[in-house]
């Protein structure tokens, strides 16, 4: 604790990096996984094979997906940024569709039978009911980034990596404990944050 | 790619013995974990209070990145292989357990008073009937731990655990991408090979548990 209480400012500004990557990263993979959720769940034969590859790029262990970047986009914040993305992309889509697809068929045959239009079936059926669903994987997805984008600093982008690689690296455990554990705190934060907009969104 | 094949047949000693240890880091880490784990649901189950307890923490733990987690074993255990396996074991153990433990809560109730009616004891009605059903979910758990835990032996390079992270963080920092991508690749290639694999267990133990139960009906 020593570390974060002699260097305050250096702890804050590492800590607004961390939160600046990992927001933006899964501001993308918000924009672009809403809409290839949606297109995943209306188009039925691009469902199993959109959600299988996304099945399987999730494997991919972190640190062999950033290594499968830097070749193309080179060391720096970019790499970091798409590399997370990807990762939140693949939980966001998966989410979105599955809540979509998950709509009882009655249902929206209700809807049909009330003469609701394609597009009212979708914003006032199918969308408030996906909501949970979607909000649960944009929960999963910021938890996530968080955790790996403290390996961002491997690759130049900054954050509280740069503390526990530096801490490593110097054999020094209180900086260590000083990029892990604040990590550790924002991830839980964010998580306890979204469980609360779960709630609002299942109401 | 060329290239990326004569560096595999070159350099195929040093490739296969970082997959190795690679694969002995996450097995053992998952093994260790399963041990621990699988207890804890036994005993969340018998003890409902304590199992309860139990599942709190471990859904906040399962929060902590396990970079951090692997940071904090520092202090801990210093650098080495020690500290991966700690990491390893401590991050395989949530899932398991959460599963193992959600799929023994999740069985029908009627099936114990059936056990008790039949004059099993508690035990019995665990060991003979609620632990084989429950099999497919505790699976379930071992395969998200071990998916991960492949994952998380990559990191194990940074803190000097060895494994194919090795090749990547080396292939980093000498700016060799065939370097980087055969540490990479074959990383990629053994958590799909082990996600696929338990996947195709898992569906056999469920479709053999529906077999019992059909028949038990």
Known sequence: MDYILRNPTLVLELGLEHLAISLGAVLVALVLGVPLGITAAKVRWLELPVLTTAGLLYLIPSLALFAFLIPSLGLGTQTAVVGLSIYSLLVILRNVAIGLGSVPEPLRDAARGIGMTAWQRFRYVE?????????????????MTIGIASLAAYIGAGGFGVLIFRGIATADNDMIVAGALPT??????????????ERLARR | MQAFIDFLADNSNLVLGLAGQHLLLSASGTALGLAIAFPMAVVGVLLPRLGQGFAAVANVAQTVPSFAVLGLAIPLLGIGFAPALLALTLRALLPIFLNAYVGLRELDPSLREAAKGIGMTRWQSLVQIELPLSLPATVGGLRTAAVESIGIATLAAFIGGGGL???????????DTTRLLAGAIPAAALAIAIELSLAALQRHLVRRTHRVARAAD
């Open chain 1, 127 to 143: 969308v408030p009911l996906a909501l949970p669903m979607t909000v649960a994987g944009l929960r999963i997805a910021t938890v």
């Open chain 1, 184 to 197: 550790a705190l924002m991830a839980l934060a964010c998580d306890a944050l979204l469980r609360f907009a």
């Open chain 2, 165 to 175: 992270g090795d090749l990547i963080l080396q292939g980093i920092a000498l700016r």
